[in-house]
């Protein structure tokens, strides 16, 4: 059974740091595509980041871009978000997620719906 934990949330204070880990069991994720996406309360689950199963490239939402930093390492099968200068409007429910599906271009990286496997979330508050 696959299966996605993520680690990591708490509370920070605006100009912080946090950094998320999801850990992946049930098969090897080293070809796989992995994404964060994160949905505050009343709003919609948008993308954060995503990075392609080789780690060549990585992809940012405009609003973390310079501040969050995605990484992969395949030998422990786990992703770590590291999110720096954290800003209250950072606070949400963070999601990992992963596929082995291949994407043609960056458009599909930002799109949840492509993703096949996902985790239950962990909480991130920023206070300012």
């Known amino acids: 059974q696959v299966q996605l934990v993520e680690s990591g949330g708490g509370l920070s204070q605006a100009g912080g740091s946090l950094r998320l880990s999801c850990a992946a069991s049930?098969?090897?994720?080293?070809?796989?595509?992995w994404g964060w996406f994160r949905q505050a309360p009343g709003k919609e689950r948008e993308f954060v980041a995503a990075?392609?199963?080789?780690?060549?490239?990585?992809y940012y939402a405009d609003s973390v871009k310079g501040r969050f930093t995605l990484s992969r390492d395949n030998a422990k099968n786990t992703v770590y978000l590291q999110m720096n200068t954290l800003k209250p409007e950072d606070t949400a429910v963070y999601f990992c997620?992963?596929?082995?599906?291949?994407?043609?271009?960056?458009?599909?990286?930002?799109?949840?719906?492509?993703?096949?496997?996902w985790g239950q979330g962990t909480q991130v508050t920023v206070s300012s």
């Open positions: 997620a992963a596929t082995n599906s291949y994407f043609p271009s960056t458009y599909y990286y930002t799109r949840e719906k492509k993703f096949d496997y």
């Open positions: 049930g098969r090897t994720f080293s070809s796989y595509t």
């Open positions: 990075i392609t199963y080789s780690g060549d490239s990585t």
